[in-house]
């Protein structure tokens, strides 16, 4: 049994470790999205906390500054799940400390919609992981 950490949420975090590609939409960039690395380091029903390895500070001060900039897409594969998991959000948080450090960033990301499927795939994980 895993335990839950609560802190002020309203969903109870699940401690992961688990590789994730992230996409970062960049609008005035012809919707060229960022591409990055990294894992998820804890996961609810909610959001998620993620570290990201290759984060440069250019980038991350562009984002910073622009709140348009802060929707992202998570990519992974949970360990019950056979095909690809998306989930999409906005990054509501960072740590950043430094592009020669990995990992560069943390973020605390809020979940949007995402589609049911991927929304099924995240709650079968957390009912799997809480078992």
Sequence with gaps: MVRLRWDRRRFGRVPVDLQARFRILRPKESYNALALR???????????????????????????????????????????VQSETRLFGTIVHFDYHGEDVDPACHMGISFGEMEAQDRLHLNEFLQHIQS
């Design 38 to 80: 990294g894992k998820l380091l804890d996961v609810s029903k909610s959001g998620a906390r993620v570290a990201v390895a290759n984060l440069l500070q250019a980038d991350y001060q562009q984002i910073l500054r622009n709140p348009q900039l802060r929707y992202i897409s998570i990519r992974c594969m949970f360990p019950n």
